[in-house]
């Protein structure tokens, strides 16, 4: 018991208190933030990141289809490594990926795909906050990082996976918030991943309506495509399938409350 009393005491001492890595070496603590830097920095210098559009996956989709038809596999694979490290960036324009999947691979896979690719991005910069710029972000956003605090003091996995299915605020301001209020790694994960399936199959099946819509626009533009000039009309987008996802989308977004006042009621 002397043993165990100590080794908790060491390991309540080294990391704060509270779950974080306190007396971490500079180096340790600021090595994941430096990487993602540099992966940005690259992305940005050598023009990468300008091919994370619509228009620029339209432009070069005989390409893209003709690899991920040889290549299944290995696309899925790739687009999932791609899309984790765009969502641990933070970038805007992860979302236009969902999109993408959905074109590339089909709403269904494509969707699931992008979760994976999503929740494992998710889970990275989760880690890094809390390890790395967790004390300082805090600081910094106190007053908005403590109105959610009594919901994840709560039930912190019934909370994330409320602001998971409405996506009320940006996707990568949850991803970092759960960390600031010392959420475990695996709730976080879970909800992260269960709550954000209805949204992304939603633009997934989005994404899979956009090939016929782009072969029209090629009937009547022809050469619109490679010119990366087709006009796309997002109501056209809007199938019988989307209009299905979309409405299990909000049904699915009332699980949490239903949840939240059956465990009010008494047995």
């Known amino acids: 018991m002397g043993t165990t009393n100590q080794n908790t005491q060491t390991e309540d001492a080294a990391t704060g208190g509270d779950g974080k890595t306190g007396n971490a070496s ?15 920095g690259t992305a940005w210098y050598a023009g990468w990141l300008d091919y994370v559009s619509l228009s620029s996956i339209i432009k070069h989709r005989e390409a893209l289809g003709g690899f991920v038809s040889d290549n299944f596999v290995l696309g899925i694979a790739g687009f ?22 959905g074109f590339l691979f089909g709403g269904l896979t494509g969707g699931l795909a992008t979760v994976v690719g999503a929740t494992l991005g998710a889970a990275i910069i989760f880690e890094i906050a809390k390890s790395s710029f967790g004390d300082t972000l805090e600081k910094r956003t106190g007053k908005f990082v403590e109105k959610m605090r009594k919901g994840f003091q709560e039930d912190s996995f019934l909370y994330l996976l409320t602001l998971r299915l409405t996506p009320v605020f940006p996707f990568w301001v949850i991803n970092i918030v759960p960390a600031l209020l010392n959420m475990r790694l695996g709730p976080y994960v879970l909800a992260t991943f269960l709550g954000i399936i209805p949204g992304t199959l939603a633009y997934s099946y989005i994404g899979s309506g956009l090939d016929s819509v782009i072969m029209a626009q090629e009937h009547a ?16 987008l809007i199938t019988k399938d989307v209009i299905i996802a979309m409405v299990a989308l909000g049904i699915i977004s009332l699980l949490p409350v239903i949840v939240k006042k059956l465990r009010r009621k008494p047995l």
């Open 26 to 40: 500079p180096l340790r603590k600021w090595l994941p933030v430096g990487i993602i830097a540099v992966v940005f």
């Open 221 to 236: 533009n022809p050469g619109c495509a490679a010119a990366g000039t087709c006009e796309i009309d997002p109501s056209t």
């Open 80 to 101: 999932i490594l791609i899309y984790a490290a765009l969502v641990a960036i933070s970038f805007p324009g992860a979302s236009l990926l969902t999109i993408a999947a």
